[in-house]
């Protein structure tokens, strides 16, 4: 079956603006996360959804950041007002349980101008 | 004092022989630990999840657990230069609540 998507790929925005990033998990998963990613680090969590919960979100920078999973499936990352230091690669990774295996989408990479 | 620590590398050594990865932890609850490969400009795949103290193998890999030491490892037999990648090791905190990832070791399997 298909695996996680994200969607953009790359987005490229100027700064102050708000910038929405979306994750399609695999069909089924109940867990669903965000990291954030620079180059030549792990991944750094921000948040995380059981179902349409979110469960914790103390990774998150700060009050620009929020996600939401209204309906247990995709999800929704939005940045507002964005800052040139919130340039990075954004993934999503959803697994069938908060202790399985956690399959990364593609990832969106983000460029704040 | 980071949660999970890894050696950045480079960590280079040549076909054939065996790569030596390590982590340790900072959370005495932690309860699974996760060996992650990731290819340059791809994203993060599992290689092996560890629970119990010991050692589990699956092919050419076998991932170490020390609980008391605080200390996971991965070992890599037969080291090829598919292998060459960034392998990060993960560690599931606060009984599920989240992950969290080390920086990485890069590994260079030289032909």
């Known amino acids: 079956g298909a695996g996680v998507s994200q969607s953009p790929r790359y987005k490229v925005t100027k700064r102050g603006q708000d910038v929405a990033l979306r994750c399609d998990p695999i069909?089924?998963?109940?867990?669903l996360y965000w990291y954030r990613q620079a180059l030549g680090q792990g991944p750094e969590f921000l948040t995380y959804?059981?179902?349409?919960?979110?469960?914790?979100k103390s990774g998150l920078p700060n009050d620009r950041f929020s996600a939401e999973r209204p309906e247990g499936s995709i999800s929704t990352l939005t940045i507002q007002r964005t800052e040139q230091r919130d340039s990075a690669m954004y993934r999503c990774?959803?697994?069938?349980?908060?202790?399985?295996?956690?399959?990364f989408g593609p990832g969106t990479r983000l460029t704040v101008l | 004092q980071k949660e999970v620590e890894q050696n950045s590398g480079p960590l280079s050594v040549p076909e054939g022989a065996i790569a030596s990865l390590n982590c340790t932890y900072s959370?005495?609850?932690?309860?699974?630990f996760f060996w992650y490969r990731q290819y340059s400009g791809k994203s993060p795949e599992l290689i092996m999840f560890i629970y119990s103290n010991g050692d589990k193998e699956d092919g050419r890999f076998t991932a170490q657990l020390n609980k008391a030491s605080q200390y996971v490892s991965l070992l890599i037999r037969d080291s090829q230069p598919s292998d060459s990648a960034t392998y990060l090791c993960a560690v599931n905190v606060n009984y599920g609540q989240n992950f969290v990832f080390g920086p990485g070791t890069r590994l260079s399997v030289l032909p």
């Open positions: 990774a959803s697994s069938l349980g908060t202790d399985n295996e956690q399959f």
């Open positions: 959370d005495r609850g932690s309860q699974s």
């Open positions: 959804f059981n179902y349409e919960a979110q469960q914790d």
């Open positions: 069909s089924g998963h109940v867990s």
